[in-house]
């Protein structure tokens, strides 16, 4: 049991979390108009009098959002409508150049989705329920810290094609948000609907907090804290509501429906605004979009071309390969490392080898510079070739190393890199005896405390001649000739 800053015992409440995380699509151009969809244009170069509301203008709705938006649903196991309606949620805000957005309300495109992000006490599901993913249009982007006595609007974003997800009021801690974000991207990912970038702002949550105390059923009052832009800045934002709310009911006080702001410098909440109602937004049906109807169809065939999604590839990982959980989990991460892995395991025929090679040079490579898996300099079919020739022998695992590094550098075969450097490894006795000789030459007061039991420095001078023979010397046969040295 944990306490909150005010001494009152944290078991006293309950946490109640729902999450709406709009995801920004893949798409070339906005959700009703021409204009790029592309991240970095100079400020206020990707509009036109549609993503403006000029009048005269008319929206018209993008084809390839709605198969993404139900590409989206589909893989969260929501079930998209035949029918749905795009309507105008009107307010004003300075960087929404329409006093409206379009969006979808009472008729969205998709409901009743879920996730499972792991076990309860007992043993059964924590599924997280998705009420609904509804499809609707960015507003703009206000900068506040450009300028020193105004704030600037770039309406680049304008338009861009957004789904929004909204939970159920199933989290009960902040972990458990962390944990559903996580898995929502990872199911995203997995299904190519958005680049997710939560630094460019692809993807950003607005988490809906009450408490209550424990093993009541009412909810309580709610508060929204708006665009956190990412997963550990969602569960730290959590924390310091939760405390928040709590004292304010410990010292009689009463909890304010409102909008919040995050400050992560400051690790507070702070407000921005009285939360509207829906009430307060006016919806109607936006008169210039008639209703997207989808047959059945239509969304069947995007529901078979769904890729393998993460949970039933973890299930095939493990009746394929034989991998433990941990391996699985981290192999599973991305689909692109988890594709390469498969390449890799394939070609060479052993998948402990193979994930070990991904989850330690591979993956290690891939974060001190910074390059994706798919711009990776050495090809999986090279990879298997290398641990090819670590298992015939052909070279040993030292040596394996510096070709891999080689590889990394210049994208060429290992085979030619061990020819080029002479790394291939040795296997005649004769010269391995050389080596060993010449070591213990250099080393006789060592050698002599080995024969007289220090049994530990075998290591020792088994590691000079591998060095001695700039790793290319064969370990099992050095073991085999140090044996023969000293009599055994």
């Not at 590839?313 to 034989?322: N, Q």
Request: hydrophobic residues 40%.
């Amino acid at each position: 049991m944990t306490t909150p800053s005010n001494g009152t015992p944290r078991g006293k409440y309950e946490m109640v979390v729902g999450l709406e995380v709009h995801v920004q699509l893949r798409t070339r151009t906005k959700l009703f108009c021409n204009c790029s969809a592309e991240f970095g244009a100079p400020p206020n170069r990707n509009t036109c009098p549609v993503c403006l509301a000029l009048p005269g203008s008319l929206p018209v709705l993008n084809e390839s959002a709605v198969e993404l938006a139900t590409k989206a649903a589909l893989a969260l196991g929501a079930e998209v409508q035949e029918e749905s309606v795009f309507a105008r949620k009107n307010y004003f805000y300075p960087d929404l150049p329409k006093g409206y957005q379009i969006s979808q309300f009472d008729k969205p495109l998709a409901t009743d989705g879920g996730l499972v992000i792991g076990e309860r006490p007992d043993g059964s599901p924590l599924r997280i329920g998705i009420t609904r993913v509804h499809m609707e249009e960015d507003a703009g982007k206000s900068i506040h810290d450009r300028f020193a006595s105004a704030s600037a609007i770039d309406l680049n974003r304008a338009g861009t094609p957004l789904i929004e997800i909204v939970s159920e009021p199933d989290i009960r801690s902040s972990a458990e948000a962390g944990s559903y974000c996580r898995l929502l991207k990872q199911v995203l990912e997995y299904v190519d609907v958005s680049d997710l970038n939560m630094e460019e702002g692809s993807l950003r949550v607005d988490a809906n907090i009450s408490i209550r105390e424990s093993g009541a059923t009412r909810l309580g009052t709610k508060t929204e804290v708006k665009n956190l832009n990412s997963f550990s800045g969602v569960e730290r934002a959590l924390e310091a509501e939760f405390a928040r709310q709590v004292a304010l009911i410990e010292t009689g006080g009463a909890v304010e429906q409102q909008t919040l702001l995050w400050d992560a410098d400051r690790g507070v909440v702070r407000p921005a605004r009285t939360k509207e109602g829906s009430d307060d937004y006016r919806y109607f049906p936006d008169p210039d979009l008639p209703p997207l109807r989808l047959t059945k169809d239509w969304i069947d065939r995007i529901r078979n071309r769904l890729p393998e999604l993460p949970d039933a590839k973890r299930r095939r990982f493990a009746e394929e390969y034989k991998l433990s959980t941990y391996d699985i989990d981290v192999l599973t991460a991305s689909p692109r490392v988890a594709e390469y892995f498969e390449v890799v395991a394939h070609g060479h025929g052993d998948a402990k080898t193979t994930a070990n090679w991904i989850m330690g040079e591979v993956l290690a490579t891939l974060k001190n510079t910074g390059v994706a898996i798919e711009r990776f300099s050495v090809r999986p079919a090279d990879l298997a070739t290398l641990l090819d020739m670590v298992r015939s022998g052909l070279v040993s695992n030292t040596a394996a190393k510096r070709i891999f590094a080689r590889m990394v550098e210049t994208g060429d075969r290992p085979e030619q890199i061990a020819e080029r450097e002479g790394l291939t490894q040795v296997g005649d006795d004769g010269q391995i005896a050389a080596w060993v000789d010449e070591v213990l030459a250099s080393q006789p007061a060592e050698w002599q405390r080995y024969l007289g039991g220090e049994k530990k420095l075998l290591g020792v001078f088994v590691g000079a001649v591998m060095k001695k023979s700039g790793g290319r010397a064969d370990p099992r046969k050095v073991n085999q000739l140090l044996g023969a040295r000293a009599g055994k």
